[in-house]
Nanobody, 114 residues
Framework: QVQLVESGGGLVQAGGSLRLSCAAS????????MGWYRRAPGKQRELVAT???????NYADSVKGRFTISRDNAKNTVYLQMNSLKPEDTAVYYC????????WGQGTQVTVSS
């Protein structure tokens, strides 16, 4: 069983930065893909960014050039550096891990004020 614990959310002004972390515990099978999704109020959950255990990265068009995903395989941790934040980035951000099974974190709130 894999557990994902997110941290780093909070309130920030537009143009500011936040860094999210997601620590995975348990036996994670490789290859795998870890990533971040978000759900804004009244909207469906959407992809933000993913990174494979081999280092392949994918970003949503809306965050390209502003967000950077990375991972530390030795620590089973994935990070999301978010710069130039906009009010429309306000959402609950969820960590995700896909290997044989799929796992989700509890989510962390990111609020960007204008």
């Amino acid at each position: 069983q894999v557990q994902l614990v997110e941290s780093g959310g909070g309130l920030v002004q537009a143009g500011g930065s936040l860094r999210l972390s997601c620590a995975a515990s348990g036996n994670i099978v490789s290859p795998n893909i870890m990533g971040w999704y978000r759900r804004a109020p009244g909207k469906q959950r959407e992809l933000v960014a993913t990174i494979s255990s081999g280092g392949r990265i994918n970003y949503a068009d809306s965050v390209k050039g502003r967000f950077t995903i990375s991972r530390d395989n030795a620590k089973n941790t994935v990070y999301l550096q978010m710069n130039s934040l906009k009010p429309e980035d306000t959402a609950v951000y969820y960590c995700n891990c896909r290997e044989v099974f799929e796992y989700w974190g509890q989510g962390t709130q990111v609020t960007v004020s204008s």
